[in-house]
């Protein structure tokens, strides 16, 4: 593990991060509003750096709150992603074959949904934030997410794994239940979160469930949207 100021520039560009994708990708959100949580599933996967962020903003009486939900939902089906982001990009351009995953909605709703409202929402992750849709999903039974949206959400997406490149990602509860075993969520003292690492991972990891994050092999940028994503991107590596 290591501690928290070795990582605290990560973490503050990460928020600055989340802040460009709430001003670029806002626009798409139109029918998401408070109490709608149809997107809230156990399935949200997060990088090692994102679950390290929730457990260094949260103070303690909600990692209480947050450790006492993901050990209540650690037995249930959720989604275990094969690849992350950039494996799947590294993957197409080499043109392997993409490993199947089975993920579906009904395994049910995420441990940290509250009232129909998330209970660490300042702090979620962008698999959670990249949930958008300009008509209710309530009613349509499905996101309505234009291809930019979707453009953004992948570059996004990648930009976040590359940051992590010593960490790995995986399913929220698996991650978040890793971290408090590992006792990274509140670190010596009380009051340090502590990092992950991938090569510190295997200590704890018993059920190989997580992933290495990678650097970024290409953008997943199509020709057409190139012309909004690139300067989303320049504005990125201007955010640490
Ligand atoms: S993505 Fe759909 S379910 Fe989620 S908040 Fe928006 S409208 Fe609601
Ligand atoms: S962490 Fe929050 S926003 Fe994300 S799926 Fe869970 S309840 Fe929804």
Not at 56 to 63: P, S, T, V, Y
Not at 95 to 124: A, H
Not at 193 to 216: A, C, H, T, W
């Amino acid at each position: 593990m290591t501690n928290l100021p070795s990582v605290f520039l990560g973490l503050n560009t990460l928020e600055r991060v989340y802040g460009i994708f709430q001003r670029k990708t806002g626009q798409f959100a139109a029918a998401c509003q408070k109490g709608c949580s149809h997107c809230c599933t156990c399935n949200v996967t997060l990088t090692s750096l994102e679950a390290a962020f929730i457990f260094a903003r949260l103070d303690q009486a909600g990692i209480e709150a947050l450790e006492k939900r993901i050990s209540a939902a650690k037995d249930g089906p959720r989604f275990r992603p094969a690849l992350t982001t950039n494996g799947f990009a590294a993957a197409c351009m080499s043109q392997d074959k993409v490993p199947e995953e089975e993920n579906d909605p009904s395994w049910g709703p995420c441990p940290l949904l509250e009232n129909g409202m998330c209970s660490i929402y300042p702090v979620r992750p962008l698999g959670c934030r990249n949930m958008v849709s300009k008509s209710s999903c309530g009613k349509t039974g499905y996101a309505d997410m234009p291809p930019m949206a979707l453009t953004l959400n992948n570059l996004f997406l990648q930009y976040v794994e590359g940051m992590d490149t010593c960490g790995f990602s995986g399913n929220l509860t698996d991650m978040l239940d890793l971290y408090i075993t590992a006792g990274a969520a509140v670190g010596p003292g009380g009051s340090a979160p502590l990092y992950l690492s991938f090569e510190k991972l295997q200590d704890f990891d018993k059920k190989g469930v997580f992933i290495g994050n990678r650097p970024v092999p290409a953008w997943m940028i199509p020709p057409e949207h190139r012309d909004v994503a690139v300067p989303v991107l320049k504005e990125l590596n201007t955010a640490g």
